[in-house]
Each structure stands twice: as C-alpha cells, then as structure tokens.
C-alpha cells in the first residue's frame, strides 16, 4: 500500500534518490530566496522567524506535491484534511 502513494499514473515510481534529489533542491532554492530577503532588507532589518518560513515553505510544497502525483483523489482529500 505504501509503494502506491509514490507511483504516478505512468506506472513508474519515484525513488529515494529523485525524493531526495527534488527536497534537496527545493532547501537550496528556498535558502536563496531567503539570502535575497535578508539582503535586500539589510536597512530596515528583517525577521529571523520569516526567512526560516521561507526555507521551508518550499520544502513543504515539495512534499505535497510528491505525495499528490497525478491522482486528484488524493488532492481533494489531502485538501480536505486542511
């Protein structure tokens, strides 16, 4: 049951290794975008807690969307959950 929340419609499945890959990046993306808050609010000051939001945010959505694949089923009940 658990090999089929990672499958996507084409019948190939996502390994450890593209799970790790796709979060690793979506870190490092999210760490720039926060780099570019912080420099560019160098004057007025910037939030600890907001550019930590914003490392994260990305991995966050990354996740759901790996878990949610093609299937709008399981969309529409992970939507529901929230």
């Known amino acids: 049951m658990l090999e089929t929340i990672i499958s996507s419609t084409t019948g190939e499945s996502f ?3 593209n799970a ?9 993306l999210g760490l ?3 780099l570019a808050y912080m420099y560019t ?3 007025e000051g910037y939030t600890p807690g907001f550019t930590i ?4 945010l990305p991995v ?4 759901i969307i790996l878990l949610v694949g093609n299937n709008v089923a399981r969309a529409f009940s992970l939507a529901g959950a929230f």
């Open 15 to 17: 390994t450890l290794a």
């Open 20 to 28: 790790l890959l796709v979060i690793g990046s979506s870190i490092i």
């Open 32 to 34: 720039l975008i926060s």
């Open 41 to 43: 609010h160098k004057k």
């Open 53 to 56: 939001t914003l490392i994260m």
């Open 60 to 63: 966050i959505i990354s996740i």
